[in-house]
């Protein structure tokens, strides 16, 4: 499979016979290297209101006449915009054509300027034979534990940035919990308040045995 990271926590991940996009920030965020019109996906997942990561979600789904996949308030407000979408909850997971998708808890919030949207997630999703997790905009939680434990993950994309969520040392902490074959930071660098280094990420990984990668926006890797 394989996996594009757009920018900020925004990823486009694509199997044989499907492709997907998570938080997808595009027009507002001054990483990104595409436009909203460039993306052909099946379905759109969103962890949470916030404009960096609700972002161009309905437009996306209006042009590809794709879900937008996430809690049930945040796709009632996505439809209401004129969008497609498929509500689920924290704990419940779903079959989709392209791979499942179950919903995680984040620890975060959600709202936005117009929006209610309730809880924010994260996803673990199940796609082109391997599982992904996407821990969405979240502090550190014990839970992961448990996530690791139930969860084969291949790949673990994981919050960096401090001040609005984990920053580094939490991290390293999380990938223990996690145990991903692979981990891409995210949500670092976008803003001045999320500037972070993420070779200090990999410093604190040495000897566990994860691979981790630090992909650039626009940049691709195959997992
Ligand atoms: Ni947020
Ligand atoms: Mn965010």
Same mark, same amino acid.
């Given at each position: 499979?394989?996996?594009?990271?757009i920018?900020?926590?925004?990823?486009?991940? @694509?199997?044989n016979?499907?492709?997907?996009?998570?938080?997808?920030?595009?027009? %507002?965020?001054p990483?990104?290297?595409?436009?909203?019109?460039?993306?052909?996906?099946?379905a759109?997942?969103?962890?949470?209101?916030?404009s960096?990561?609700?972002?161009?979600?309905?437009?996306?789904?209006?042009?590809?006449n794709?879900? !937008?996949?996430g809690?049930?308030?945040?796709?009632?407000y996505?439809?209401?915009?004129?969008?497609t979408?498929h509500?689920?909850?924290? #704990?419940g997971?779903h079959?989709?054509?392209?791979?499942?998708v179950k919903l995680?808890i984040?620890?975060?919030?959600?709202?936005? @300027?117009d929006?209610?949207? #309730?809880?924010?997630?994260?996803?673990?999703?199940?796609?082109?034979?391997?599982t992904?997790?996407?821990?969405?905009?979240? %502090?550190?939680?014990?839970?992961?534990?448990?996530? #690791? @434990?139930?969860?084969p993950?291949?790949?673990?994309?994981?919050?960096?940035?401090?001040?609005f969520t984990?920053g580094?040392?939490?991290?390293?902490?999380? !990938? %223990?919990?996690?145990?991903p074959?692979?981990?891409?930071p995210?949500?670092?660098?976008?803003?001045?308040?999320?500037?972070?280094?993420? @070779?200090l990420?990999r410093?604190?990984? !040495?000897?566990?045995?994860v691979?981790?990668? !630090?992909?650039?926006p626009?940049e691709?890797?195959e997992?």
């Amino acid at each position: 499979m394989k996996v594009r990271f757009i920018g900020h926590s925004c990823f486009i991940l @694509e199997s044989n016979n499907a492709s997907i996009i998570i938080d997808p920030f595009i027009k %507002g965020n001054p990483s990104a290297t595409i436009k909203p019109a460039d993306v052909k996906v099946d379905a759109i997942l969103v962890t949470h209101g916030h404009s960096d990561h609700l972002g161009d979600a309905v437009e996306i789904s209006k042009r590809n006449n794709a879900p !937008v996949i996430g809690t049930f308030e945040l796709v009632n407000y996505c439809i209401s915009k004129g969008a497609t979408g498929h509500q689920m909850h924290i #704990g419940g997971g779903h079959d989709f054509p392209f791979g499942r998708v179950k919903l995680t808890i984040a620890h975060h919030g959600s709202s936005g @300027e117009d929006i209610q949207p #309730g809880a924010p997630c994260g996803f673990i999703i199940n796609m082109g034979g391997k599982t992904v997790y996407h821990a969405g905009d979240t %502090g550190l939680f014990s839970d992961m534990e448990l996530i #690791g @434990e139930t969860n084969p993950i291949d790949l673990a994309l994981l919050p960096i940035g401090d001040n609005f969520t984990m920053g580094i040392e939490d991290a390293i902490l999380a !990938v %223990g919990m996690l145990r991903p074959k692979r981990v891409i930071p995210m949500h670092y660098n976008t803003f001045d308040l999320i500037r972070q280094d993420p @070779e200090l990420l990999r410093k604190g990984l !040495v000897g566990k045995d994860v691979i981790m990668e !630090v992909l650039r926006p626009g940049e691709e890797t195959e997992i």
